[in-house]
């Protein structure tokens, strides 16, 4: 047995231990790596310089370096995370439904974790405390294998977090980092002991991982989000959210990659957005009609037919006219990714069909696709983001970390006395009687 795979047998034995920690001990490890990271803040941020310079002189993709850096504001943004999960509810062994199934015969759907997770990314340390602080909350294990080029930052992060939550009385095995290329081969091969794979990276490399393992898989191979502005949008809306959907963070899944634009409101409408999103740098590839209603002298670039197929994570957006709502959710279904989309309109009647007819896991109204974000979806952090169907969708935070067991309380029942001639009848009536909590 390799030291690796040694490492996460220990941590799904682990894992069980930390799946029956009470809540005081886990909140306490939660404010105890909080408080760590606040007082170790520099020395994290000196290691992530040197991984930020060494990527710069490889030549990394500059999405990929925006994601690696680390800033006194995203060190806050991790504190203020694991403060939050410490603040929610705790989910282990919280009480789905209970049923009567004869009298003294009950039973329970409790709340349980999934187990031993396995979360590979790429580029972002910030994976390291939202989903640390989300397993440990929930109760499970998680192996790390971030990219060689935050290898510096993810050490750093990986050992003040969980030496602070060894203190507070938390089974430190049940945490593990990997860092060597030759790791993701052997994880994606632990189906044995791996319960749920989380990759976090590029379209490709959630497909590699997708495609080479046995291990269920949960998350997004792609990040092509829309915005869609109805001819009965108010205009200054319609601004707020294109503009912030695209600029506010270009490098990241939940940015805008196409701007959709009824064309009855087009030529209201393109002279303004294009106006400022050429003031911000943004690169717009344009079908013929939206080439007409832009301003002379406004930089386009004329859009093929990959553009509508592509999540840039730059400051680049595909822009196109569009008949009708009906003709934006065709499109939307037929080229997105399923992640999120936007409408902006005051039409109570179209925002409805949109919200029914469009196929994504965030469907928003007047609002920047930017907020489809576990922390601003108050789930404390998130592990990622889902376009699955099975288990969870969306921003994924504790809950879907969580799956449950059955337990059934009896005195002595026998399923004999419910089989035959004299059979008894079973009652299976709903009641408000909880196990455990």
């Known amino acids: 047995m390799s030291g690796l ?13 930390l799946a029956a920690a009470d809540t005081h001990t886990k909140n306490a490890a939660l404010t105890a790596m909080a408080d760590a990271l606040d007082r170790e803040r520099a020395s994290v941020l000196n290691a992530n310089a040197e991984d930020v310079l060494e990527a710069k002189q490889a030549g990394l993709q500059p999405s990929l370096i925006e994601r690696l850096k680390v800033s006194g504001e995203k060190i806050d943004g991790m504190i203020a995370g694991m403060r939050d999960v410490a603040k929610l509810a705790d989910p282990v062994g919280e009480t789905n439904y209970s049923l009567k199934i004869d009298e003294g015969l009950t039973l329970h759907q409790i709340k349980c974790p999934i187990g031993m997770l396995g979360v590979i990314f790429e580029s972002r340390p910030d994976v390291v405390p939202q989903i640390l602080s989300l397993c440990l909350k929930s109760g499970n294990g998680v192996a790390f294998k971030g990219g060689s080029e935050a290898r510096r930052s993810n050490r750093a992060l990986f050992d003040v977090l969980t030496a602070a939550a060894a203190s507070a009385g938390i089974p430190k095995d049940a945490f593990v980092l990997m860092e060597t290329r030759e790791d993701i081969s052997l994880m994606l091969g632990m189906h044995h002991y791996i319960d749920l794979l989380i990759p976090r990276g590029s379209n490709e490399f959630v ?15 792609a990040g092509i989000c829309h915005v869609y502005v109805d001819d009965d949008a108010d205009i200054d809306v319609a601004v707020k959210v294109a503009l912030d959907s695209k600029v506010q963070y270009p490098a990241v899944c939940n940015a805008a990659e196409t701007l959709l634009v009824n064309s009855k409101i087009a030529e209201k409408f393109l002279p303004i957005i294009s106006g400022l999103y050429a003031e911000n740098k943004v690169e717009m590839r344009v079908d013929g009609e939206s080439k007409r209603l832009i301003p002379r002298g406004t930089a386009t670039v004329d859009a093929k ?63 920047s696709t930017r907020f489809a974000d576990g922390y601003r979806f108050g789930k404390g952090a998130e592990v990622g983001i889902s376009t699955n169907k099975i288990h969870s969708r969306g921003p994924v935070g504790m809950e879907g970390l969580m799956i449950y067991k059955y337990v059934l309380v009896g005195n002595g029942h026998a399923v004999k006395d419910y089989v035959g001639k004299d059979a008894k009848k079973f009652l299976h009536e709903p009641t408000d009687e909880r196990y455990g909590k």
């Open 5 to 17: 795979e040694e490492s996460i047998r220990n941590a799904k034995a682990a894992a069980i231990r």
């Open 207 to 221: 497909r590699y991982i997708q495609d080479n393992t046995k291990i269920p898989v949960l998350g997004h191979a």
């Open 305 to 367: 037919d990959e553009d509508w197929d592509a999540e840039y994570n730059d400051l680049v957006i595909s822009v196109k006219v569009v008949k009708s709502a009906e003709e934006a959710i065709d499109f939307i279904n037929t080229h997105g990714s399923h992640h999120t989309d936007a409408i902006v309109t005051e039409n109570k009647d179209r925002q409805l069909m949109f919200v029914r007819s469009v196929d994504s896991a965030d469907v928003f109204i007047n609002a």
